[in-house]
């Protein structure tokens, strides 16, 4: 979808596109009641605003529906991914080969996770396990299942940052889910493939600085369907994360097995920021001139277009045009040894002639 035609969700609700849960929560229900249809009676404008606003909030209030969104999956957003929990073998079978072949399936956790989440905090969180800073854990998970954990972090630790680091040393696929204090997913991380070294990863930041991520996800994919090369579409993937800044206090989340048949094998490590702010600067240098790189991109894609579609015209012009003009060169060509025929004619007669008298005498 062309950048022009993408609807805006965030500039619906009037909030950045690093804004919290909480900052777009609240602007919703703001606008919401301004536009409310019972407050605004037979008002056709107000009734599409509030339309608008609304389908804005279901897409930037779900995790993983903002991050598809942000991910430029906007034809998609509105329709949900598959609960592999809910479908036969034969699916997943299916689901597993075509995801092997590079083709990124979709997928949503299943609600028994969330339900699970909502029995931890309202039992006891105490029972999870607790992740201590930099102590690296190696464990598996089943398919469609979620291994829950837990990290305390006082005030020191959240203003330096932290940050959850997920490995998949066989390339298994997986989520880390975050969960806010009333058990509701928080952030919502998909893993990566790394093909140099064939595993996949995840990152879970929470920092105080602007950052990107690469989502996996079908812009990003090389099957694409607009017929432009792949070197317009290296930053599809790319955008800014949501900046997410921790309270102290306790937080749980869990790693999700989200492969199709097979168990999740996978090292977990939880790790406090660096505070080099010589890398920090760095890293926000970098961000910042790929951002511009891909708005760069985005734009060159309409011209490219427009280029690429003019040449494909004047390319089947030249088809048509070939045969014609071949014809034309024939055509030429015996005009041309007709012309050298009529004017040679009279000469090879009196050269006849010359030959005759010769032998005659």
Known sequence: MAAESRVDYYRILGVDRTATPMEIKQSYRKLAMKYHPDKNPDDTVAAEKFKEITVAYS?????????????????NILMEGVDISE??????????FVTKLGVPVATKIS??????????????????????????????????????????????????????????????KFKIVFFDETASPLYIEDCITNKSTQTTEADMYFVDFEHCQIKNSMTSHVLREDGLPKSLHLLSALDYSHKFKLRPGDWLFCVYGDNWISQTDYHLQIVLCSENNHVINEIMSYEKILMEKKKWLNNFQGE????????????????????????LLNQRDEAYKAFKREAQQPFQNSSKKGFLKYFKK
């Open 304 to 327: 490219y277009a427009q280029a690429k579609k003019r040449f494909e015209e004047l390319s089947k012009e030249m088809e048509k045009q070939a045969p014609q003009v071949n014809l």
């Open 87 to 96: 479908i036969g073998n034969l699916a997943r079978v299916v689901g597993a």
């Open 111 to 172: 609600p028994k996770i969330l339900s699970q989440a909502r029995e931890i905090y309202e039992n006891n969180i105490n029972n999870v396990e607790k992740l201590n800073f930099g102590k690296p854990v190696h464990s598996t998970v089943a398919k469609q299942a979620a291994k829950f954990y837990k990290f305390s972090a006082n005030r020191q630790e959240t203003e330096r940052g932290i940050l959850i680091n997920c490995v998949s040393a066989n390339a298994s």
């Open 59 to 75: 897409v930037l209030n779900d995790p993983e529906k903002r991050q598809m969104y942000d991910a430029g999956e906007s034809d």
